[in-house]
């Protein structure tokens, strides 16, 4: 079933992949997730400890990227992918402060020219 997550352009979501028969059952599958960008420019991460788990990484601009996601299914010498889609929309993070800064103390302007008109 196609997933979609959603995040700022300031983080990244991890998705583990838990893996049921047709009946809704857990099964196992033959090796790590494989992952393919089919559009946009975000990226993923993937470590081998935890080959059931992809870490989906937004792009540093908002935007939408779509992954396929498959494995194989046979537990034996033969192939059977099983695949699912995973849709990332990513918005701009908000400002969250102004960021102020002080510059140096400097000398005012004299009397008449802080007259207010």
Same mark, same amino acid.
């Given at each position: 079933?196609?997933?979609?997550?959603?995040?700022?352009?300031?983080?990244?979501?991890?998705?583990?992949?838990?893996?049921?028969?047709?009946?809704?059952?857990?099964?196992?599958? =033959?090796?790590? $997730?494989?992952?393919? *960008?089919?559009?946009? +420019?975000? %990226?993923? !991460?993937? @470590?081998?400890?935890?080959?059931?788990?992809?870490?989906?990484?937004?792009?540093?601009?908002?935007?939408?990227?779509?992954?396929?996601?498959?494995? =194989?299914?046979? $537990?034996?010498?033969? *192939?059977?992918?099983? +695949?699912? %889609?995973? !849709?990332? @929309?990513?918005?701009?993070?908000?400002?969250?402060?102004?960021?102020?800064?002080?510059?140096?103390?400097?000398?005012?302007?004299?009397?008449?020219?802080?007259?207010?008109?």
């Amino acid at each position: 079933m196609p997933l979609a997550i959603a995040s700022t352009n300031e983080e990244q979501v991890p998705v583990t992949a838990a893996p049921v028969t047709a009946s809704g059952r857990p099964a196992q599958v =033959d090796g790590p $997730l494989t992952v393919t *960008v089919q559009s946009g +420019s975000g %990226t993923f !991460t993937q @470590d081998a400890a935890t080959p059931l788990v992809v870490t989906f990484v937004s792009e540093d601009v908002a935007g939408q990227t779509v992954y396929s996601v498959s494995a =194989d299914a046979d $537990l034996g010498a033969g *192939v059977v992918t099983i +695949s699912d %889609t995973v !849709t990332y @929309d990513y918005t701009s993070a908000a400002a969250a402060s102004f960021g102020l800064s002080a510059g140096a103390a400097e000398p005012k302007p004299g009397p008449a020219a802080r007259r207010r008109r």
